[in-house]
């Protein structure tokens, strides 16, 4: 029987536009930027093409759901850190954000930075006991912390308790609403693409890769850990802040498991470890699992079934598949 | 008196797992400029001894002295940082990075940062170079692809390099190698030798884990011999090859010489 | 005395709960997060044979805790085998295939009041002046004899040696002939069995709800991590501290407290101590 094998080779545009070399021609200067300005551009541009003020609200669901994966992509892929806890983040950067705005009466472009780095520093607070953990434990112990809060808040009848707090202010329109959100995800996106290349990244993926050799350099992991922590939990409390003031209300339902489960389903679908990836599978997912909120809770089955699917079948998702076609011919080969 | 002081003083270190006994109240000093070989059979407590040393484990009980200051008890980071580095065994490079990007990560930590670098005095220039500088003094070739490698794709002997590149890129005053010869040719340990002695040179003090007999009693100006977690002689070279004790327990019956030309 | 009574009664079927997740990790490290799906899947199954096709109970709890059996087989044959070995894998896939199960039961209408088992056998007596009825009696008699079964199954049956071979060293097990792909479906298998089991023992005593399902889990993690990962012999004895743990803030300081409690005892265990009760010192190197 005749044997193949699939060959791979770098298109000749991606080698000559590796590095400064980018600059020598138009050609290659849009085979590096188009890809970007297309993702930039298309979100912009976004909530224009939406019909209604509904479809609007969910750009904005979106661009939060977006924050919370690409926070759990970077704890996950390049600290090791799996993190099963995203509602726990929202939760304590919503609660914030509304107590700071119904108690001192704050507008919500002041709550918000403060809700974020607030709470980005309770989080990691509370998280450092579980720092020097590692994969299943890490991630069994972050399961609980949603859960427990809620059942604290219920039982200690805290900040309105089951009720939560209402009367949050919204932003001036939704426009503003939309934009700071997608201003948001972008400056994030983008900010933490370009940390995880600088040699801070670089002892990120160090301590994933290696943590007893970091040890052996003089460096503390915990320290980087928490550093890494207080990043992603400031994205998703940044997100928690949002959605209150979008919401206009603040209450136990912050710690759904809708915030946890679907940024890793956004990241798995669009690829971990790209950070592009679970930006674009939030922007494909969430807009599903709208279209099918009139089936309740069916809609967490199907996301978790094509979660399985994709982290069963083809665990590199559509970002490295689709970065893959783009830097390189394939073809089959006699071997 | 301060000039006779050890740099490194091990003192009744004892370690226990469960009920066995792995460190029996070992006690050694190291002097400054010192290389150190430690020998001994499988089993024997060396690599543990340099795990109680820079804090990877915590010892049952017993001190650790650098330069008179107590380091026992303090956790691996804090040790490395103040200079007692090590290499591992098992070679633990960060794989998925380039052989000169696992550098960078050493660089960062604090100590590099105040020493610059192995050869550096003061401020660290920018990582990458230093990076490639100090992988060229220990044998990657500049000008080939080798130190653009990812890690995970390098030959044994090219591992070993790196892990004791790590150490140097802190500006270390002990490294404690853990067989860096082990799983290396001939030629890779021939080539290796030199840069221990210039090591010595640079007058950093340096503890070897070592089963290549050979080739460690030509760096080392003095030997300890450990069996079954217990300290058996210490001496220079030709004392403990001299030592009756030593040819019973670590070579069995069979004469030293002829063990050390077939290691 | 009362405490010491619903302490234990809670302790045991904490136990029950953790048995399941313990066995499977402790012999194929995979941490199954489905646990809790499996155990209200179970429930719900004798519900329809019971309710809607109108067999006999024994017979219904006998074909459920078989089904539940078969579904977790069929769970790691065809889904785990795969990510097998990747642990952030193992655990988003078996969390979402949990979760599917469980949120399918939620749409499919399984929800609310109205699903109940009905106790094994009717009936109150007094110890000193303190009603206990004869099912939480039967938990606990149950429950010690889960304990002694896996005992002496793990000891003295070839497949139960053959799955400890395989729990402290793989590699070694392989070399000695165990097919550790088909122990570890034979260990999901009696792990989904167990979770089954504890469903069928403790579920009269209260609703068949989903939300058990997430609640099932979250406690035999917290009993696994406190009694070390693995470790079932830990995990019984973890199950005594959480139970009357929770029994006295239960008493105390009100039921809402009792999640609280769980997680506080992992934290305090991952703290203090973090190979848990009765782990080892190489799972203590794999975890910090």
Known sequence: MEQRRKERLDRGVKVRSDGLYALMSWRELSYLTLPRLVLILGIIVLPFVMPNMYWQRVISIVCIYALLALSFDFLAHFLGLVSLGGAFLIGVGGYISAILNTTFGLSPFVTIPIATIVGAAVCTLLLFPCLPLRGVYFAIVTLMYPLALKRVIEALDLFGGTNGILGVDSFPNSWVEQYFVIAMVLLFLFGTRRLVNTDLGLVFRAVKDNDQAVKASGMSITYYKAIAVFIASGMGCLGGACIVHIFMWSGISLFALDFSIIPIAATVIGGGGTLVGPVLGAFILVPISELLREFGTLRIVFYSLALMAFIVFRSEGIMVYGERKYHQFERWVKV | ?263 | MEIIIYGTINSVALALMALGFALVYGISRIPNFAHGALYVITGFITWIFLRALNLNYAFSIVLAIIIAGIIGAFIYQFILIRVRGMSISEIIASYAIGLAILEGFRWGGFKGMTYTLPVFIEGTFFIGDIPVDVHRTLVVIIGAGVVTFLWLFTRYTRLGLALRGMAQDERAALMLGIDSDRMAVVAMAIGSMLSGLAAIVLLPLGNIVVEKGYDVLIQAIAVCIVGGLGSWVGAVLAAFIIGFAQILTVVYLGAHFQMVVALLAIILTLILRPSGLFGRQKELEERV
């Open chain 2, 1 to 263: 008196m301060s000039e006779d002081q050890p740099i490194l003083q091990v003192k009744e270190v004892t370690k226990a797992f469960g009920g066995i006994l792995a460190l029996n109240r070992i006690s050694f000093d190291v002097h400054e400029g010192d290389v150190l070989g430690i020998i001994g059979p499988n089993g024997s407590g060396k690599t543990t001894v340099v795990n109680c040393i820079t804090g990877f484990i915590k010892m049952s009980s017993g001190k650790v002295y650098f330069r008179g200051k107590d380091i026992s008890g303090k956790p691996p980071h804090k040790i490395a940082d103040m200079g007692v580095t090590r290499t591992f065994q098992i070679m633990r490079p960060y794989y998925s990075l380039p052989a000169y990007k696992n550098l960078v990560i050493p660089l960062f930590s604090p100590r590099a940062k105040r020493t610059g670098g192995w050869r550096g005095g003061g401020k660290l220039g920018d990582r990458n170079t230093v990076g490639i500088d100090i992988l060229e003094e220990i044998g990657f070739e500049r000008d080939s692809y080798v130190p653009y490698k990812t890690a995970s794709t390098l030959p044994t002997g090219y591992l070993k390099r790196l892990e004791l590149a790590r150490c140097l890129a802190l500006k270390p005053e002990v490294i404690l190698c853990d067989e860096v010869f082990s799983g290396l040719s001939m030629s890779e340990i021939a080539s290796m030798v030199p840069l221990i002695e210039r090591l010595q040179m640079d007058g950093i003090t340096v503890v070897m884990i070592e089963h290549r007999l050979r080739e460690l009693f030509r760096v080392a100006n003095r030997v300890l011999v450990m069996n079954f977690g217990e300290k058996l002689i210490e001496g220079t070279p030709d004392e403990v090859m001299a030592n009756e004790k030593v040819k019973e327990a670590y070579f069995g019956s069979e004469d030293v010489e002829e063990v050390m030309t077939h290691a």
